[in-house]
T-cell receptor, first 114, second 114 residues
Framework: AQSVSQHNHHVILSEAASLELGCNYSYGGTVNLFWYVQYPGQHLQLLLKYFSGDPLVKGIKGFEAEFIKSKFSFNLRKPSVQWSDTAEYFCAVSEAYNFNKFYFGSGTKLNVKP | NAGVTQTPKFQVLKTGQSMTLQCAQDMNHNSMYWYRQDPGMGLRLIYYSASEGTTDKGEVPNGYNVSRLNKREFSLRLESAAPSQTSVYFC?????????????FGNGTRLTVT
């Protein structure tokens, strides 16, 4: 089975600071990659996704992520965070030829101080 | 848009009791999923249904059963609840059931087993 690692369990930033959350996966084949966000008390929502093409993908609310195949990584970035970005962020991976199998990381809690 | 609706939102059970978690989606999605979310462990797939009439085990199926009642509804049953099943349960659906289709989540059911 795949494994998805998110290295930062809890990140605290001040508003306007830059954000980078790490995500690494173990599968060596073709993958689809996702970042989901869970705001306090809410369900998970899709932030962005990568299937193929340009390895730099842009999502909602100014987030972007870069797929580096050689490093098995899909890191999430945002140049300037806001208090409203306080949430838990999950990286997820699915195998291109084994659909219905989504593997999630353990999540990173982001607290943005106003 | 209702999206994915789960009931109940909260439930407390005693060890050995049974219950069914309900899930319905109104997006005409083919595939549906049940995940559990535990602190520090991310989301783990319990069962999924690739299409109406089919179900299959995920990572952590023991102690659970599912029913895909029709295209809209996918229920999760705990026959004899155990404290280890204390968790937050999320139902999700996806459009085509391929690895490229993102998951759409319900708001979750917080279950406590004493």
């Amino acid at each position: 089975a795949q494994s998805v690692s998110q290295h930062n369990h809890h990140v605290i930033l001040s508003e306007a600071a830059s954000l980078e959350l790490g995500c690494n996966y173990s599968y060596g084949g073709t993958v689809n990659l996702f970042w989901y966000v869970q705001y306090p008390g809410q369900h998970l929502q899709l932030l962005l996704k990568y299937f193929s093409g340009d390895p730099l993908v842009k999502g909602i609310k100014g987030f972007e992520a870069e797929f580096i195949k050689s490093k098995f990584s899909f890191n999430l970035r945002k140049p300037s965070v806001q208090w409203s970005d306080t949430a838990e962020y999950f990286c997820a991976v699915s195998e291109a030829y084994n659909f219905n199998k989504f593997y999630f990381g353990s999540g990173t809690k982001l607290n943005v101080k106003p | 848009n209702a999206g994915v609706t789960q009931t109940p939102k909260f439930q407390v059970l005693k060890t050995g009791q049974s219950m069914t978690l309900q899930c319905a989606q109104d997006m005409n999605h083919n595939s549906m999923y049940w995940y559990r979310q535990d602190p520090g462990m991310g989301l783990r797939l319990i069962y999924y249904s690739a299409s109406e009439g089919t179900t299959d085990k995920g990572e952590v199926p023991n102690g659970y059963n599912v029913s895909r009642l029709n295209k809209r509804e996918f229920s999760l049953r705990l026959e004899s609840a155990a404290p280890s099943q204390t968790s937050v349960y999320f139902c999700a659906s996806s459009e085509r059931g391929t690895s490229e289709s993102p998951l759409h989540f319900g708001n979750g059911t917080r279950l406590t087993v004493t």
